[in-house]
């Protein structure tokens, strides 16, 4: 069979549905792809938006991995299984699991079915702030080495070690049958190569650098005398998750018997090593050293690459680390990004949709099937119509101002403890005006992570979006555009997060020696791109610096709220 004749399946689990996408290897070209909605997700179970809890049960994953490859499959040209040779995995992360002693998540036996922390911690889980800033404290006053030196020199409570600590401390059920920690990426390619015990599945560098504060410096995590100080429930656990960590094009195994019949694959299909998705989509959206690549949706992840030598001993503070090889190998990955941006308009769209859904919703005066369409329908139309009306607004140097941290904030400087904030309203505020301020903050905020990289060094030259925001929202690119004061280029793949899982695909299967000779073949063509108005730069600048100074205020609260609580606690023991 010629190489050029052979295809790969890219996997990409978001945050509501896994994709598949089969590629063909020899120009990048989607032959077939399917979707999955996760179910179980979205009836809202195992979540808790109150307490920041956001759980995914492995039923979801399981049944989302089998349905999207067969469909896929289907779809596709009679012969294509029998023709694919590699497969890769992107998901999202960080998204750990506790594991028993065969690797099989702790929500996959019967008696914790039901129980939230036995299942994947979704990345954007918050539930462990309070862990994160123990792990933050600790890093700078234990008198050795701060390991959040690569992570900016800030953990988050999205990442890895808070959240084990968090679900630990939370559930001795769980405490106690937990033999390890896996990320969903390593877990989804474990399951498929059929080596799922902890001690031996080969790990992902881009995971464990960028959440779990891995570094060859540190003979891999954290010192287990640090995660015994951190906690004591932590005792031992470092020896039961691992020490070496693999790149993307690292082949992790064969396709197992098991799968291989369950999909109808052949068993010699490679698979490679799982990574986040926003580090795969970097791939498949063409970064290069020099270009910031925006891989926009529900939040952002903001990344760029350089070579060690650009880098020359460098650590970037107040990003979500730097890792070597974790998004092109060979090359220093930086990730930054938003913990939201999509969330923040989804917010605005359900909290005017409220009467809708609670009012006339109920109304029986009309029928309920019309009643259902006609919610649905307005509902769906909001955002649209929003942006619409905004886009025609004149800009108000002084009018309404957002802040985007209604799910705290990544980067610049981890700190999920803030919160988001509107300014500046009048009785003439309308629903556009809000929204164009909402939108105008989430811009800012991706200026606050471009000017930090500058700052600290990293040269940004371009910039490349991807995403569903990117591909289907005009009005907030050209936001972006007008803010960041730089053209914003789109690709015209739909999947680049899957389309980076298949470039993987075809390295760990030998088509391309390498990453980016696979890039070079297989990237998508950019379908559009949004340059910045000039004349808006002037007003923009000024209100950057109201939004700085709105965002100044708002962190002195943060912290007083903070101390105000701390001091109740202390309180509260003592009596």
């Not at 989302?64 to 023709?83: F, N, S, V």
């Not at 909402?438 to 995403?467: H, K, N, Q, Y």
């Not at 890039?519 to 063509?525: C, Q, Y």
Request: proline residues 5%; hydrophobic residues 40%.
């Amino acid at each position: 069979m010629s190489k050029m004749n052979q295809s790969v399946i890219g996997v990409d689990y978001g945050t509501d549905s896994v994709r598949t996408v089969v590629v063909n290897v020899r120009n990048g070209q989607e032959v077939s792809s399917a979707v999955f909605k996760y179910p179980r997700w979205k009836k809202g179970q195992f979540c808790d938006p109150s307490c920041n809890q956001f759980r995914q049960h492995p039923l979801d994953y399981l049944e989302g991995l089998e349905y999207t490859i067969k469909q896929a499959l289907k779809k596709a040209p009679k012969g294509t299984a029998a023709r694919v040779v590699g497969l890769s995995v992107a998901t999202t992360g960080s998204t750990p699991v506790a594991v028993d002693i065969h690797g099989t998540p702790l929500a996959l036996l019967p008696e914790f079915q039901d129980n939230p922390n036995a299942m994947f911690v979704l990345w954007k889980d918050h539930a462990g702030v309070k862990e994160a800033g123990e792990i933050n404290a600790l890093a700078k006053s234990w008198g050795g080495t701060d390991f959040t030196c690569y992570s900016g020199e800030t953990y988050s409570a999205e990442w890895f070690w808070a959240k084990i600590l968090h679900a630990l401390r939370a559930d001795a059920a769980v405490a106690k049958k937990a033999f390890s920690w896996v990320e969903h990426c390593d877990w989804v390619t474990a399951l498929l190569t059929g080596n799922t015990d902890p001690l031996k599945l080969k790990r992902s560098r881009c995971a464990a650098g960028h959440k779990a504060m891995w570094h060859p410096s540190f003979g891999g995590l954290p010192a287990e005398e640090f995660l015994a100080k951190l906690d004591p429930c932590l005792k031992g656990l470092r020896e039961r998750l691992y020490e070496e960590t693999y790149t993307s094009d690292t082949v992790a195994g064969v396709m197992c018997p098991e799968w291989a019949n369950k999909l109808g694959l052949p068993e010699t299909v490679k698979v490679g090593v799982g990574a986040f998705d926003a580090h795969i989509g970097a791939v498949g959206g063409g970064i290069t050293s020099g270009v910031l690549l925006k891989i926009m949706g529900t939040s952002t992840c903001d990344m760029a690459v350089a070579t060690p030598e650009e880098i020359s001993g460098r650590l970037v503070k107040g990003i979500c680390g730097q890792v070597d090889g974790s998004i092109v190998p060979g090359l220093i990955g930086l990730e930054a990004g938003q913990s939201a941006f999509g969330d923040v308009y989804a917010w605005f769209r359900d909290l005017l949709a409220w009467p809708l859904m609670k009012i006339l919703a109920k109304n029986k005066a009309i029928p309920a099937r019309q009643r259902r369409r006609v919610v649905q329908e307005t509902i769906d139309a909001i955002i649209e119509g929003l942006s619409k009306e905004a886009a025609e607004l004149p800009l108000d140097e002084s009018g309404a101002l957002a802040l985007d941290w209604h799910n705290g904030r990544r980067t610049p400087d981890a700190n999920q403890l803030l919160k988001g904030a509107i300014a500046g309203l009048t009785l003439g505020t309308d629903a556009p005006l809000i929204f164009r301020a909402l939108v105008e903050a989430t811009a800012f905020g991706s200026l606050a992570i471009r000017r930090r990289f500058e700052e600290e060094g990293v040269d940004i030259g371009s910039v490349i979006a991807v995403g569903g925001i990117a591909k289907k929202s005009p009005f907030v690119m050209q936001t972006v555009a007008d803010v960041l004061g730089m053209p914003i280029q789109v690709p015209k793949a739909e999947q680049l997060c899957a389309l980076g899982a298949a470039m993987f695909a075809a390295t760990v299967a030998g088509v391309y020696p390498n990453v980016p000779a696979a890039m070079k073949a297989m990237r998508s063509p950019i379908q559009k791109t949004y340059h910045p108005n000039k004349g808006r730069a002037a007003a923009y600048k000024a209100m950057y610096e109201r939004y700085l100074e709105l965002g100044g205020y708002a962190e002195q609260l943060a912290a007083a709220d903070k101390q105000a609580r701390q001091l109740e606690a202390r309180s509260a023991e003592g009596a």
